[in-house]
Protein backbone atom coordinates (compact mmCIF):
# COMPACT_ATOMS: atom_id res chain seq x y z
CA UNK A 1 0.00 0.00 0.00
CA UNK A 2 1.66 2.95 -1.44
CA UNK A 3 2.15 6.17 1.41
CA UNK A 4 -0.53 9.31 0.73
CA UNK A 5 1.88 12.05 -0.18
CA UNK A 6 1.02 15.89 0.70
CA UNK A 7 2.15 18.25 -1.66
CA UNK A 8 4.19 21.24 -1.07
CA UNK A 9 5.21 24.78 -3.30
CA UNK A 10 8.11 26.29 -2.38
CA UNK A 11 8.39 30.44 -3.36
CA UNK A 12 11.17 31.89 -2.51
CA UNK A 13 13.22 34.14 -4.77
CA UNK A 14 16.75 32.17 -3.67
CA UNK A 15 17.92 29.41 -4.69
CA UNK A 16 19.92 28.03 -2.43
CA UNK A 17 16.41 28.16 0.16
CA UNK A 18 14.34 26.35 -2.38
CA UNK A 19 16.89 23.68 -2.55
CA UNK A 20 17.02 23.70 1.51
CA UNK A 21 13.40 23.36 1.42
CA UNK A 22 13.06 20.60 -0.62
CA UNK A 23 15.85 18.42 1.10
CA UNK A 24 13.81 19.37 4.20
CA UNK A 25 10.56 18.01 2.50
CA UNK A 26 12.60 14.85 1.35
CA UNK A 27 13.68 13.67 5.30
CA UNK A 28 9.19 13.02 5.57
CA UNK A 29 8.09 10.41 3.49
CA UNK A 30 4.57 11.53 3.06
CA UNK A 31 5.77 14.85 2.10
CA UNK A 32 7.20 16.10 -1.22
CA UNK A 33 8.23 19.22 -3.02
CA UNK A 34 6.06 18.95 -6.11
CA UNK A 35 6.78 22.69 -7.22
CA UNK A 36 9.84 25.01 -6.64
CA UNK A 37 9.22 28.35 -7.90
CA UNK A 38 11.30 31.64 -7.68
CA UNK A 39 8.63 34.71 -7.57
CA UNK A 40 4.77 35.12 -6.67
CA UNK A 41 4.43 35.35 -10.80
CA UNK A 42 5.69 31.61 -10.97
CA UNK A 43 3.89 30.48 -7.88
CA UNK A 44 0.50 31.90 -9.53
CA UNK A 45 1.17 29.85 -12.92
CA UNK A 46 1.96 26.68 -10.76
CA UNK A 47 -1.30 27.08 -8.40
CA UNK A 48 -3.46 28.00 -11.18
CA UNK A 49 -2.84 24.35 -13.00
CA UNK A 50 -2.57 22.44 -10.13
CA UNK A 51 -3.54 22.17 -5.84
CA UNK A 52 -1.27 22.44 -3.25
CA UNK A 53 -1.37 20.85 0.50
CA UNK A 54 0.95 23.39 1.62
CA UNK A 55 2.26 26.81 0.20
CA UNK A 56 5.99 27.79 1.89
CA UNK A 57 6.39 31.28 1.03
CA UNK A 58 9.12 33.48 1.86
CA UNK A 59 8.57 37.04 2.87
CA UNK A 60 10.93 39.26 1.35
CA UNK A 61 10.57 39.03 -2.14
CA UNK A 62 11.33 41.42 -5.08
CA UNK A 63 8.61 42.43 -7.36
CA UNK A 64 5.88 41.02 -5.20
CA UNK A 65 6.69 40.31 -1.42
CA UNK A 66 5.09 37.22 0.13
CA UNK A 67 2.54 39.07 2.41
CA UNK A 68 1.04 41.04 -0.63
CA UNK A 69 0.84 37.41 -2.60
CA UNK A 70 -0.76 35.68 0.37
CA UNK A 71 -3.36 38.81 0.79
CA UNK A 72 -4.17 37.78 -2.79
CA UNK A 73 -4.61 34.07 -2.22
CA UNK A 74 -6.99 34.95 1.09
CA UNK A 75 -9.34 36.79 -1.30
CA UNK A 76 -9.80 33.68 -3.04
CA UNK A 77 -12.30 31.45 -2.67
CA UNK A 78 -10.39 28.57 -0.88
CA UNK A 79 -7.24 29.69 0.15
CA UNK A 80 -4.53 27.63 0.72
CA UNK A 81 -2.87 26.34 3.90
CA UNK A 82 -0.01 28.85 4.15
CA UNK A 83 2.88 28.94 5.87
CA UNK A 84 5.72 31.54 5.61
CA UNK A 85 9.73 31.09 5.82
CA UNK A 86 10.91 34.69 6.99
CA UNK A 87 13.91 36.47 8.01
CA UNK A 88 12.01 38.77 9.65
CA UNK A 89 12.44 40.92 12.82
CA UNK A 90 11.09 40.53 16.30
CA UNK A 91 8.73 42.49 15.88
CA UNK A 92 7.30 40.53 13.16
CA UNK A 93 7.06 37.57 15.50
CA UNK A 94 5.53 38.36 17.74
CA UNK A 95 2.32 39.26 15.43
CA UNK A 96 2.55 35.54 14.01
CA UNK A 97 2.49 34.54 17.86
CA UNK A 98 -0.62 37.14 18.37
CA UNK A 99 -2.15 35.80 15.39
CA UNK A 100 -0.91 31.99 15.92
CA UNK A 101 -0.09 31.58 12.23
CA UNK A 102 2.96 29.16 11.99
CA UNK A 103 5.85 30.02 10.49
CA UNK A 104 9.28 28.99 10.11
CA UNK A 105 12.43 31.38 10.79
CA UNK A 106 15.50 31.30 8.90
CA UNK A 107 18.01 29.28 9.51
CA UNK A 108 15.46 26.65 11.02
CA UNK A 109 16.62 23.18 12.57
CA UNK A 110 15.01 19.70 11.62
CA UNK A 111 13.03 19.69 14.59
CA UNK A 112 11.35 23.21 13.85
CA UNK A 113 10.81 22.01 10.63
CA UNK A 114 9.50 18.75 11.79
CA UNK A 115 7.18 20.48 14.48
CA UNK A 116 6.06 22.52 11.76
CA UNK A 117 4.77 19.75 9.41
CA UNK A 118 2.94 18.00 12.24
CA UNK A 119 1.08 21.65 12.89
CA UNK A 120 0.14 21.24 8.75
CA UNK A 121 -0.78 17.39 9.18
CA UNK A 122 -3.30 18.23 11.62
CA UNK A 123 -4.87 20.80 9.95
CA UNK A 124 -5.18 18.93 6.70
CA UNK A 125 -6.44 15.86 8.37
CA UNK A 126 -9.33 18.11 9.68
CA UNK A 127 -9.52 19.15 6.27
CA UNK A 128 -10.48 15.86 4.32
CA UNK A 129 -13.46 15.17 7.01
CA UNK A 130 -14.70 18.72 5.64
CA UNK A 131 -18.19 18.19 6.56
CA UNK A 132 -17.39 17.77 10.02
CA UNK A 133 -18.52 20.92 11.89
CA UNK A 134 -14.99 20.79 13.48
CA UNK A 135 -13.22 21.06 10.25
CA UNK A 136 -15.39 23.85 9.24
CA UNK A 137 -14.38 26.14 12.32
CA UNK A 138 -10.80 24.98 12.19
CA UNK A 139 -10.72 26.60 8.17
CA UNK A 140 -12.43 29.49 9.14
CA UNK A 141 -10.57 30.25 12.22
CA UNK A 142 -7.59 29.47 10.10
CA UNK A 143 -8.12 32.40 7.59
CA UNK A 144 -8.97 34.55 9.70
CA UNK A 145 -6.23 34.24 11.67
CA UNK A 146 -4.11 34.74 8.15
CA UNK A 147 -6.56 37.72 7.13
CA UNK A 148 -6.10 39.39 10.64
CA UNK A 149 -2.08 39.52 10.19
CA UNK A 150 -1.85 40.76 6.86
CA UNK A 151 -4.33 43.28 7.78
CA UNK A 152 -1.76 44.19 10.59
CA UNK A 153 1.36 44.40 7.89
CA UNK A 154 -0.99 46.48 5.73
CA UNK A 155 -1.67 49.00 8.36
CA UNK A 156 2.30 49.25 9.20
CA UNK A 157 3.25 49.44 5.78
CA UNK A 158 0.72 52.46 5.16
CA UNK A 159 1.67 53.73 8.34
CA UNK A 160 -1.69 53.65 10.17
CA UNK A 161 -2.59 52.79 14.02
CA UNK A 162 -2.77 48.94 14.53
CA UNK A 163 -5.79 48.66 16.24
CA UNK A 164 -6.07 46.83 19.80
CA UNK A 165 -7.41 43.19 19.25
CA UNK A 166 -10.49 42.06 20.15
CA UNK A 167 -9.53 38.26 19.47
CA UNK A 168 -7.10 36.01 19.88
CA UNK A 169 -6.45 33.01 17.71
CA UNK A 170 -5.02 30.25 19.86
CA UNK A 171 -3.68 26.92 18.82
CA UNK A 172 -3.54 24.05 20.59
CA UNK A 173 -3.28 20.44 19.15
CA UNK A 174 -4.73 19.64 16.26
CA UNK A 175 -7.24 23.02 16.19
CA UNK A 176 -7.20 26.57 16.27
CA UNK A 177 -9.90 28.34 19.09
CA UNK A 178 -11.21 31.99 18.57
CA UNK A 179 -11.24 33.64 21.73
CA UNK A 180 -12.81 37.16 22.59
CA UNK A 181 -10.34 39.42 24.69
CA UNK A 182 -13.50 40.18 26.73
CA UNK A 183 -13.43 37.05 28.20
CA UNK A 184 -10.11 36.96 29.78
CA UNK A 185 -9.78 38.21 33.34
CA UNK A 186 -5.99 38.04 33.45
CA UNK A 187 -2.98 36.59 32.00
CA UNK A 188 0.20 35.30 33.69
CA UNK A 189 3.90 34.43 31.77
CA UNK A 190 4.95 31.41 31.21
CA UNK A 191 8.45 31.71 29.24
CA UNK A 192 7.40 32.09 25.75
CA UNK A 193 3.93 31.69 26.41
CA UNK A 194 1.29 33.33 28.44
CA UNK A 195 -1.93 31.76 30.03
CA UNK A 196 -5.48 32.98 29.71
CA UNK A 197 -7.93 32.93 32.30
CA UNK A 198 -10.77 32.78 31.24
CA UNK A 199 -14.16 34.13 32.72
CA UNK A 200 -16.49 31.38 33.79
CA UNK A 201 -19.71 31.09 31.23
CA UNK A 202 -22.33 32.47 32.72
CA UNK A 203 -25.08 30.00 33.66
CA UNK A 204 -24.64 25.95 34.55
CA UNK A 205 -21.50 24.56 35.77
CA UNK A 206 -19.07 25.95 33.93
CA UNK A 207 -15.51 26.61 35.63
CA UNK A 208 -13.15 29.25 34.47
CA UNK A 209 -10.62 27.88 32.03
CA UNK A 210 -6.78 28.40 31.73
CA UNK A 211 -5.41 28.62 27.90
CA UNK A 212 -1.96 28.53 26.68
CA UNK A 213 -0.64 30.68 24.24
CA UNK A 214 1.87 31.54 22.38
CA UNK A 215 2.76 34.78 22.88
CA UNK A 216 5.37 36.88 25.06
CA UNK A 217 3.38 38.52 27.91
CA UNK A 218 5.04 42.16 26.69
CA UNK A 219 4.32 41.23 23.08
CA UNK A 220 0.32 40.62 24.04
CA UNK A 221 0.36 43.65 26.62
CA UNK A 222 1.30 46.12 23.56
CA UNK A 223 -1.98 44.64 21.64
CA UNK A 224 -4.32 44.63 24.28
CA UNK A 225 -6.88 47.38 25.08
CA UNK A 226 -4.75 49.75 27.24
CA UNK A 227 -8.35 50.84 29.04
CA UNK A 228 -9.34 47.09 29.80
CA UNK A 229 -5.74 46.01 31.21
CA UNK A 230 -3.00 46.50 33.54
CA UNK A 231 0.34 45.63 34.58
CA UNK A 232 0.60 44.70 38.28
CA UNK A 233 3.69 42.21 38.26
CA UNK A 234 6.48 41.91 35.99
CA UNK A 235 4.11 38.29 34.91
CA UNK A 236 0.37 39.24 35.20
CA UNK A 237 -1.98 41.37 33.70
CA UNK A 238 -5.36 42.01 35.42
CA UNK A 239 -9.08 43.23 34.44
CA UNK A 240 -9.40 46.18 37.15
CA UNK A 241 -13.15 45.07 37.42
CA UNK A 242 -11.84 41.79 38.57
CA UNK A 243 -9.95 43.32 41.38
CA UNK A 244 -11.62 42.24 44.81
CA UNK A 245 -9.34 42.56 47.22
CA UNK A 246 -5.45 43.36 48.02
CA UNK A 247 -3.50 41.67 50.68
CA UNK A 248 -0.16 41.69 52.30
CA UNK A 249 1.39 38.14 51.20
CA UNK A 250 5.11 38.96 53.09
CA UNK A 251 7.99 41.44 53.08
CA UNK A 252 6.99 43.64 50.64
CA UNK A 253 5.08 41.14 49.19
CA UNK A 254 1.43 41.40 47.89
CA UNK A 255 -1.40 39.17 46.41
CA UNK A 256 -4.82 40.48 44.27
CA UNK A 257 -8.05 38.28 44.92
CA UNK A 258 -9.97 38.57 42.19
CA UNK A 259 -13.63 37.95 42.06
CA UNK A 260 -13.18 34.39 40.54
CA UNK A 261 -10.96 33.57 43.74
CA UNK A 262 -7.68 33.14 41.80
CA UNK A 263 -4.55 34.55 43.56
CA UNK A 264 -2.38 37.22 41.51
CA UNK A 265 1.03 38.13 42.42
CA UNK A 266 1.28 42.43 42.79
CA UNK A 267 4.82 43.89 42.64
CA UNK A 268 5.26 47.05 45.28
CA UNK A 269 5.39 49.59 42.80
CA UNK A 270 1.33 48.91 41.01
CA UNK A 271 0.39 48.58 44.89
CA UNK A 272 -0.73 52.45 44.83
CA UNK A 273 -2.83 51.99 42.06
CA UNK A 274 -4.74 48.85 43.46
CA UNK A 275 -5.49 50.55 46.30
CA UNK A 276 -6.95 53.29 44.17
CA UNK A 277 -8.77 50.94 42.53
CA UNK A 278 -9.86 49.48 45.80
CA UNK A 279 -10.86 53.01 47.31
Not at 3 to 8: D, H, Q
Request: aromatic share 6%; hydrophobic share 50%.
Amino acid sequence: MSIRKWTALVVDDEALARRNLQLALAEHPNWHAAELCASAAEARVAMAGRDFDLLLLDIQMPRQNGLSFAAELCDGPHPPLLVFVTAYDEHALAAFDVFALDYLLKPFDDQRFAAMLARVEQMLTLKQGAASAQAQAQTQAQGQALSGFLHEQRSLAGGEAIPALSFLNVRSVGMLERIAVADIEWISAAGNYVELHLRAAEGGNNRPRVVLHRATLTALEQRLPRQQFMRVHRTALLRPEALARLEVSGDACYEATLRSADKVPVSERYVKQLRALLG
